[in-house]
């Protein structure tokens, strides 16, 4: 896949460190918003990478360690469906992404603070200078990079949260309101990780 050169441009213009920062989980029922904030090193250019939702689950596995194993630092932003419920998703969103950016570690565990963001279709409150790229999963390379980070973490927690809340299926829909979920939620009730804004909006789920 082509990827226009946001960071190229931008290094161009005297941009050193460039994260990328995509997130993950907006649209469920159930569970946290997820982002991940990315450096990609500057030579990097791994085949394969595109927009998360376009890859296959085994595909984005394997593409999660050359990730990693080609970034110079990785940070990880969560918002709970409380801060969900309470602030609304696009604010929730928001505070994940500024969460993953404050998170941003490299190999050895040191704080990175990159000197510019490129974020997909948001803009948010932080002192970073920030481009909003919209569609950046698809035409940015390290926020394609950071949508495959966030989308394999959280479906990881996915499995995790299935253990703790057992009945739901959440291993297998991920916690987005598919039809298996409606119905399980009107068998079981909402558990204490679903977003009860979402629910009020469903006709009884």
């Known amino acids: 896949m082509t990827f226009e050169n946001f960071e190229k ?3 161009e213009k005297g941009s050193k460190l460039i994260a ?3 997130e993950v989980g907006r649209g469920c029922l159930f569970g946290d918003v997820l982002s991940c904030a990315i450096i990609m090193k500057e030579d990097s ?18 593409l999660y360690f050359q990730i990693l194993e080609d970034s110079l630092a990785v ?15 696009k604010m929730a969103t928001h505070l994940s992404m500024v969460r993953a950016i404050e998170n941003l570690r490299n190999s050895k565990g040191e704080v990175v603070t990159p000197d510019l963001v490129l974020i997909d279709a948001e803009r948010i409150e932080t002192n970073i200078f920030q481009h909003s790229i919209i569609k950046g999963d698809e035409n940015c390379y390290s926020i394609a990079c950071a949508s495959i980070i966030a989308k394999v973490y ?13 009945g739901y299926g959440i291993e ?3 916690g987005y309101g598919t039809k298996l979920h409606r119905e399980l939620l009107k068998k079981l009730g909402p558990s204490p990780m679903h977003r009860m804004s979402f629910l ?4 009884r789920w």
């Open 75 to 89: 940070g990880i932003g969560r918002a709970n469906s409380k801060e969900i419920d309470k602030l609304n998703i």
């Open 200 to 203: 009020k909006n469903l006709e």
């Open 172 to 174: 297998r829909h991920k």
């Open 154 to 166: 959280r479906d990881n927690l996915c499995l995790k949260w299935a253990e703790m809340y057992p």
């Open 45 to 62: 250019n791994i085949e394969g990478i595109n927009d998360s939702k376009k890859i296959t689950a085994n595909k984005r596995k394997k």
């Open 20 to 22: 990328g920062v995509d």
């Open 9 to 11: 441009d931008y290094r």
